[in-house]
C-alpha cells in the first residue's frame, strides 16, 4: 500500500476514481467507470474507502473478480488505509441504457461483422465430412492467434455437434445483459456455443429457421467488442449453416479443412465449391491427420493416405478460378487429441510439438493477413466533369 502521503490526510476522491478507471468489467473488457458501474464513492476520516459498484446482473458469475479488482485498485491509492466493496444490481433503465451505450447508440440488432467499415477478418472453417478435425484446427488456430496478441472470437456454428467449449477450455457461462449477451473467455478467446444454453448433454433437434435464428443470435446478439479475428466453425456439408453464414456475413472466408483420404477430400472439395454459388472467397485448405511420425525412426506412416489437401486445393482452384492455397499439413499426434480432451489447446501446451508447431504456423498465416478492400468505403465523392 502506498505510503507518501502524510499521515493522518484522506485520499483524494479525484485519484480514488481515477484508479477505478483502470479496472474494466471482466466480460465487457471496458473500464468500469465508463459503463456506469461506479454507483459511489465514500471516503472516511481514517483513510478507509467504501466503493459501491453495479453490477449488470443479480447473478453475475464474475462478482468475486470484480470486488477484488476493484479492491486492488483502490488499495494502491496513496493515503488509503483499507477499502471495502459493496455490490448492488442496475436497475431495468440502467441496463437498458448500457446496451444502447454499447451498441453505439444503434437499438437495431444487426451482424456488426458485416458493417462495410468492420475491419474484423471472418473465416468460415468448413469441411465435407465429419471426424476430419474441423473443431480442433480451430480452436488451435484461435489460441494461437490470441496468444500472438490478436483479439479472437469463436462462434461455435455447429450446433448439432457443439464441441468448442470443451475444447478451448470455457468453462464460463453467458451473462445476458438486456438483449445482450456477454460471452465467456478461455484462453483468451471469446467464444459462443448453443451448448452454454442446453442442460447437459442434451440434443438440439432444429430445422432450418432456428438454426438460422440461432446463428444470427450468436453474431448480432453477442457483445464481441473490437476483434481482429472471428472464426465460424461450421457443421460438415453444405446445409443451412452455411447457406445463412453467407446470408449474415458475405465478406467471410471460408477456410477447407480436410484429411489426406481421397474420399474425404472429394467431399470437402464439394463443400468448398459453395463459395462459387454464394461468392465467397476460399482463404486456403488445411490437411489434417497428414501423416504419423514414427516412434522408432524419422519416417512418417501415411495413415490416410496422401496428397488430400493437394487435390482440394487444386480442385477448389479450377473451380472458382482463384489461387486456393494449402495453408498447411497437420500431422496426427495424441498431445492433440489430449488437449481437444482436457480442454488445453496444444499450440499452448506444446508450441513445438509437430501437431503444434503446424498449427500455429498455419494461425501465422492467417492472423497476419489485411483485410481488403471489398465492400468498404473508401470515403471517395465522385465528381463529374463537364
Known sequence: MATDTPPGSA??????RAALATVNDPEIHRPITDLGMVKSVEIAADGS????VYL???GCPMRETITNSVTDAVAAVDGVTGVSVELDVMSDEQRKELAGALR???AEREVPFARPGSLTRVYAVASGKGGVGKSSVTVNIAAAMAADGLKVGVVDADIYGHSVPRMLGAEG???QVEDMIMPPSANGVKVISIGMFT???APVVWRGPMLHRALQQFLADVFWGDLDVLLLDLPPGTGDIAISVAQLVPNAEILVVTTPQQAA???AERAGS???QTHQKIVGVVENMSGLPCPHCDEMVDVFGTGGGERVAEGLTRTTGAQVPVLGAIPIDVRLREGGDEGRPVVLTDPESPAGSALRTIAGKLGGRQRGLSGMSLGITPRNKF
Do not use: C, L, M, S
Open 199 to 201: 442442460p447437459g448433454n
Open 11 to 16: 485520499p483524494d476522491e479525484d485519484a480514488v
Open 104 to 106: 453505439g447508440g444503434k
Open 265 to 267: 477430400a472429394e467431399v
Open 56 to 58: 449488470t446482473v443479480a
Open 173 to 175: 457461462r453467458p451473462t
Open 49 to 52: 474507502v467504501a466503493v459501491g
Open 274 to 276: 459453395i463459395a462459387v
